[in-house]
């Protein structure tokens, strides 16, 4: 095993006629720096950094991600594949090789200063976690923040990091004019699991901190069980809405695991590394969970799954939000506030 690493390796790019990689191990005792990659970042200075979807899996349209790869290196993450597009590989190269947009603050300012644009709430992030490692030297997340705030434009974050907390001071005037929703996503209270699925992001304990501080201050919070993968963390979703309640959270919501493109062999890989006792048990699972196949594709059925797994894991949601949260619901996100040029309107 590799530690601190999710992915167990790096699998061939799908785009590239070439790869490195080793494939007998016998009698190796030490790491190449292919299997151990150093920290690497790489700048890239897009035109435009609003990503747009129509996905209705997803409620917002809008999405600004500061980061593309992610050192929290969760084994399952549906971004891996979006690695590759760049010339590298959905494993390791996914957790040690970052490309950061280090003009994304201007440019989203740009953007929403433009005539054209329609206000409406932002999500950070659509596809990695803007709160990962490399934030807490970068900043760029709070550097949205603070456009985000001095246009008076709504953003929902989502994030597997305690990191959050730092920009308190910004989250809580966002907060008293209804533009922030902060969601922290909690796969496993089972530190072991944790520390083995997805390696560096902040420990449940520590969200669950993080969510109580935020609500203190009138935060919006909520959590995402994401993902359920049964099998491993399926049995947690009552104990995990019933703590992240008890920490402040509003709201709650849930998706299943599905292994699309090469994420699935890195899953399986990585599971047969480090659960092989459950290996068949579960990627049998989460193909009961996908009709046969260990992803699905089709929009709403491929986040919740189908069959009877998926129906079990629902009714497993569905009892402990109601029971927990029973009440409760997110303020939502207001427009009214927007700024145009930044400042307030004489007219």
Not at 170 to 193: C, G, P, Q, R
Not at 290 to 296: A, E, F, Q, S, T
């Amino acid at each position: 095993m590799i530690k601190g690493k999710g992915a167990q390796y790096n699998p061939s790019n799908p785009f590239s006629q070439q790869a490195i990689g080793q494939y007998h191990d016998e009698g190796i005792d030490e790491y190449t720096h292919e299997e151990r990659p150093a920290l690497e970042l790489f700048y890239e200075t897009p035109k435009n950094v609003i990503s747009t979807n129509n996905s209705p899996d997803l409620k917002l349209p809008y999405s600004v991600n500061p980061y593309q790869g992610c050192e929290h290196g969760c084994v399952y993450c549906y971004a891996r594949n979006s690695h590759t597009y760049w010339g590298f590989s959905a494993g390791l190269d996914f957790e040690s090789k970052l490309i950061i947009k280090k003009n994304v603050a201007s440019q989203l300012a740009s953007q929403i200063q433009n005539p054209r644009w329609k206000v409406q709430p932002i999500m950070l992030s659509g596809n990695t976690d803007c709160y990962q490692p490399i934030e807490k030297k970068l900043g760029l997340t709070r550097q949205v923040l603070e456009v985000m705030l001095k246009y008076r434009c709504p953003v929902s974050i989502i994030s597997k990091n305690a990191l959050v907390t730092r920009d308190l001071d910004i989250l809580k005037e966002l907060a008293t004019l209804d533009l922030v929703h902060v969601y922290f996503s909690i796969t496993t209270l089972e530190e072991d699991l944790r520390s083995q699925l997805e390696p560096r992001t902040a420990t449940a304990k520590k969200k669950l901190k993080a969510m109580e501080l935020l609500a203190s201050n009138r935060v919006p919070v909520g959590v995402m069980n994401a993902p359920i993968i049964p099998g491993l963390n399926h049995h947690e979703i009552p104990e995990v809405i019933r703590q992240a309640a008890n920490s402040g959270a509003l709201n709650a919501g849930y998706t299943v695991v599905r292994l699309n493109g090469q994420i699935a062999q890195i899953f399986e890989n990585w599971l047969e590394k480090t659960y092989p006792d459950r290996l068949h048990k579960v990627m049998n699972q989460v193909s009961e969970l996908h009709g046969g196949k260990v992803n699905d594709t089709k929009w709403g059925r491929r986040i919740t799954g189908s069959g009877q797994t998926a129906a079990m894991i629902k009714q497993l949601f569905d009892v402990a939000k109601s029971k927990y949260l029973k009440g409760k619901k997110m303020p939502p996100l207001s427009v009214a506030h927007f700024r145009k040029g930044g400042n307030y309107s004489l007219f």
